[in-house]
């Protein structure tokens, strides 16, 4: 019996792998996923599996672990990768690791927020030209973001919150849906409870903060995109697949909306045809919770969801039931 880790994390969370009292078994290329033919070797007998975004686990992957499986410590907030039913039909935990990355990844999202209303990348690639330039009052001229533009936020949980906290302090007016946005503490932020039609006609920048889910599957389409205001900008830091990516092109490709900002795509690591010559994107390799001790966190606590299913107790942050 051993704990599995499909990827070597930050020193501090893989030492703590290491510590576990059992023997780590760990995919030895730090950069990439193990192949899945090595996966399933790799994770028979174990009795716990640290898994990341990357790794599929499905009923075929629990079997090859076999019945000595006890928890699945998925390494990251999203836990669309793993079957929550085959897990829980063969008494497996299955644990996430929410909360540690709220602060990184609304940071990312703001970022992107910036980046695509002021042109900054396409800006950057300007000056990096060389071509010989003079300011211009018309030169790369772009959304205010400060002082009343409208943020929508689609999904108001932990990092949505931690957008709206942001989007506040920049004098955004905010709206947003889901649970939370009649709360006390979106009350605190100004934000307004809305629908998503409404939130998608008023707002300048939409961002996106609801997990992937079956009803979340490809929520903006090429009608929610159309319903946008035609300056409007599109950030996504959630998942790829809650876009119809290639409605998300055309829309970009044609003036539907103004401009997009993209950490997760629909078949990560492939992006659509045509998304990768638009100049109106900002396009990043999925590094939303990319900080050094966000991700120090992440893997402490994924780690602390094994050591504690080890031991008997209850984990400490077990998926939430939907
Ligand atoms: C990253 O995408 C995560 O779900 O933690
Ligand atoms: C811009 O650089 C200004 O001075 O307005």
């Given at each position: 019996s051993h704990v599995y880790l499909s990827r070597q994390l930050t020193p501090p969370a893989t030492a703590a792998a290491r510590d576990l009292g059992l023997p780590l078994v760990m995919?030895?290329?730090?950069d990439t996923p193990p192949s899945r033919e090595r996966l399933l070797r790799d994770v028979a007998g174990a009795a716990a599996l640290i898994t990341l975004l990357t790794d599929r686990v499905d009923a075929e992957l629990l079997d090859a672990a076999g019945p000595g499986l006890r928890i699945v410590a998925n390494c990251?907030?999203?836990?669309?990768?793993?079957?929550l039913a085959a897990a829980s039909a063969r008494g497996v935990v299955v644990t996430n690791t929410p909360g540690v990355l709220d602060e990184a990844t609304a940071d990312l999202a703001f970022a992107l927020v910036l980046a695509t209303a002021r042109r900054l990348v396409e800006a950057d690639r300007f000056v990096r030209g060389g071509r010989e330039w003079i300011w211009g009052p018309q030169s790369f001229v772009g959304l205010d973001?400060?002082?009343g533009a409208t943020l929508g936020i689609v999904g108001l949980g932990r990092i949505g919150m931690a957008v709206a906290r942001r989007a506040a302090a920049f004098g955004m007016r905010i709206l947003a849906t889901g649970s939370r946005a009649t709360g006390e503490e979106a009350r605190r932020y100004g934000v307004a409870a809305a629908d998503l039609p409404r939130l998608l006609a008023e707002s300048d920048v939409v961002s996106l903060h609801c997990p992937l889910t079956p009803d979340t599957h490809h929520l903006i389409g090429a009608a929610e995109l159309a319903a946008m205001k035609p300056t409007a900008i599109l950030v996504n830091t959630a998942r790829g697949p809650v876009v119809d990516e290639a409605a998300l092109v055309t829309a970009l490709e044609t003036g539907v909306i103004a401009a997009a900002g993209l950490d997760v795509y629909e078949d990560e690591p492939r992006l659509h045809p045509g998304l990768r010559a638009l100049d109106n994107t900002v396009l990043l390799p999925h590094i939303g919770s990319a900080g050094r001790a966000t991700r120090d966190a992440m893997g402490l606590l994924a780690v602390d969801n094994v050591r504690a299913v080890l031991a008997?107790?209850?984990?400490?942050?077990?998926v939430p039931r939907r």
């Open positions: 995919h030895d290329d730090p990251a907030v999203g836990f669309d990768n793993v079957d973001v400060s002082g008997g107790e209850p984990p400490r942050t077990p």
